[in-house]
């Protein structure tokens, strides 16, 4: 079942029947922030344990400029820009029908980010990013998830900051490892109930 689920969603145009349910992500400073999720984008109807984790303790500063990659309908992205309103943010996603709903989240929540539709890193090409946030379709299996990897060092500047969620004993630890190999180093911010957030910082 989570194989098709991961399949349905991740692909490019979603044959399923649109439905949208509203999700509310309230965080430990009591700010609450609602989006509209769609059906046949990641997370319908929920906010996703891993990506709140993301939200709460990612690493940003002001003036950052930081790349939601595979945003799915918002959620990461949106929340952290309204916490960090000083951050410049970018937003990419292979789901075109995530990737509508994401742009109708940043309208319903006031912010702007500059959004494109595509697989992984190809829609941003000569850019560059202070930090690269990402809760990866580990489902997808390894081919994905290690181009994820690869391939960030050329998306960032020097002290810029990949920072990626997910379940330690689902594919996570193998995920450190890479991240270890490709940086030369990775570090765990925070764990909770199984998920762990990994930064690596490139220099």
Sequence with gaps: MRENSFEHYYTQKPSSSLETREVTIRLKNGNVYRFISPSGAFSFGKVDKASRLLVEYAEVEENDRVLDLGCGYGLIGITIKKEHPDITLFMSDINERALKYAKINARDNNITAEMRQGHLYEPW???????????????????????????????????????????????????????????????????SGGIRVYVSLKF
């Design 125 to 191: 090409q000569g850019y560059e990013f202070d930090v690269i946030l990402c809760n990866p379709p580990m489902a997808a299996g390894k081919k994905v998830w290690q181009e994820i990897v690869n391939k960030a060092p050329s998306f960032l500047p020097s002290g810029g900051k990949l920072e990626i969620v997910a379940f330690h004993n689902k594919g996570g630890s193998r995920l450190e490892k890479t991240m270890k190999e490709v940086f030369g180093n990775v570090r765990t911010t925070i764990k």
